[in-house]
């Protein structure tokens, strides 16, 4: 049994390291940097620094060694140029994704609120602009606030709260300077954040769901979570399984929706169509995607695994330092309505290390090292 991951840095392709490492998987890791984390995970047999320029060469490689080396299957939560030669590859190993035009559909907001809608999927109200003449017909028209969001992006990159008309104009020119075409979307009042994880087969059944609810996220008027936990939560589950099921989705996806406290409704915020930053919640609560994705693309199916420990709770301490100094430091650039964390809850719920079933991204007891280099590393680049 063996695995090729592309991508060894953050705590995502650490997560799937040791989750197939611990199954008995030998794992192979691809990364540009010579301190990728996974690199010092004892679950990393074969580590392969590889330079991502050019992308035609680093690609050359990738398929020249795949052909040598006969692995079962490929992990990569970078689509990209690894589907421009989604032919050649598929020859010798296994690509447990979904075709280029369900990938676009789900990376693009703006297809991904139009296909929700299509399937009555509640969304904010969304404004596909394209111009600033556009922009300025609608800015007397909106009720504010509002936000502007690139149409592909991940977590808080290029987004910004606008809180009145004058604002509008000047927030998006600053935005598309970066992203073209912003979306302007409606801004939901903080009611929650919450995730649909799921795994679906060739025929797109689900095979593995997972539930969570974000604690804290940083930046803290909206991003990656730094602290989540496992839930129940039958609407979110119906709603993003629906969307899921009606795009044909195969592998693994992440749906993302805020509880609108207006209504109760969750609206939809986007589709995250590989593995999600919080993925070893899913795994300590007993939902192993990677090792279920593994078997699913080895064996053709794997038999569902629709239940998991409530109340798990998981946490990025290095982003929850940064939560930590937010807070008390003083959140800017908010929206009006935006309530603000208590200064002493936040600084009594940090230094909780030790609350029943907790579990941390970076930190693991049988595979340290990962941990201590994440730690070191600011420290080695300013040496160098």
């Known amino acids: 049994m063996s695995a090729l991951i592309n991508g060894g840095t953050g705590r995502v392709s650490l997560a799937i390291t040791r989750s197939l490492g611990r199954r008995g998987v030998n794992v192979s890791v691809i990364s540009g940097k010579k301190r990728a984390l996974c690199f010092y995970s004892k679950y990393c047999k074969e580590k392969v620094l590889l330079p991502r320029e050019p992308p035609e060469s680093f690609m050359s490689q990738i398929f020249n060694m795949i052909k040598r080396k006969k692995y079962d299957v490929l992990f990569t939560n970078e689509y990209g140029l690894i589907t421009k030669y989604r032919d050649k590859l598929e020859k010798y190993i296994k690509l447990p994704f979904p075709s280029d035009e369900k990938l676009t559909i789900a990376y693009n907001k703006a297809y991904s609120i139009i296909f929700a809608r299509e399937n009555s999927i509640p969304c904010p109200e969304t404004y596909f602009v394209k111009s600033t003449a556009e922009v300025r017909r609608l800015r007397e028209k909106l009720e504010y606030p509002v936000v502007i969001k690139p149409r592909?992006?991940?977590?808080?990159?290029?987004?910004?709260?606008?809180?009145?008309?004058?604002?509008?104009?000047?927030?998006?020119?600053?935005?598309?300077?970066?992203?073209?075409?912003?979306?302007?979307?409606?801004?939901?009042?903080?009611g929650g954040a919450y995730g649909l994880e799921a795994l679906f087969n060739s025929d797109s059944e689900p095979r593995a769901v997972f539930i969570h609810?974000?604690?804290?996220?940083?930046?803290?008027?909206?991003?990656?979570?730094?602290?989540?936990?496992?839930?129940?939560?039958?609407?979110?589950?119906?709603?993003?399984?629906?969307?899921?099921?009606?795009?044909?989705?195969?592998?693994?996806?992440?749906?993302?929706?805020?509880?609108?406290?207006?209504?109760?409704?969750?609206?939809?915020?986007?589709i995250n169509p590989r593995f999600w930053g919080s993925l070893q919640l899913s795994i300590s609560a007993g939902v192993d995607f990677p090792y279920l994705l593994y078997r699913l693309a080895v064996d053709g199916d794997v038999k569902p695994v629709l239940r998991y420990r409530l109340g798990v709770k998981c946490r990025n301490l290095f982003g929850d330092v940064r939560y930590l100094v937010s807070v008390m430091k003083?959140?800017?650039?908010?929206?009006?309505?935006?309530?603000?964390?208590?200064?002493?809850?936040?600084?009594?719920?940090?230094?909780?290390?030790?609350?029943?079933?907790?579990?941390?991204?970076?930190?693991?007891?049988?595979?340290?090292?990962?941990?201590?280099?994440?730690?070191?590393?600011p420290v080695i680049r300013r040496l160098e």
């Open 213 to 270: 609810r974000r604690i804290r996220e940083y930046p803290v008027t909206g991003g990656p979570s730094v602290v989540r936990e496992s839930i129940e939560h039958p609407e979110v589950k119906r709603l993003g399984l629906k969307l899921l099921k009606a795009l044909g989705w195969y592998g693994v996806a992440m749906v993302e929706f805020r509880i609108d406290p207006r209504d109760n409704k969750p609206k939809l915020m986007e």
């Open 152 to 190: 592909v992006g991940s977590g808080s990159e290029g987004i910004r709260y606008v809180n009145s008309p004058e604002e509008l104009l000047p927030s998006y020119r600053e935005v598309a300077a970066s992203y073209k075409n912003p979306l302007i979307q409606e801004y939901i009042p903080n």
């Open 330 to 377: 003083g959140i800017k650039n908010t929206t009006r309505d935006f309530k603000r964390p208590s200064r002493l809850k936040t600084l009594l719920d940090f230094f909780n290390f030790f609350e029943k079933d907790i579990y941390y991204d970076f930190f693991s007891k049988d595979d340290p090292l990962p941990a201590v280099i994440k730690i070191l590393n």
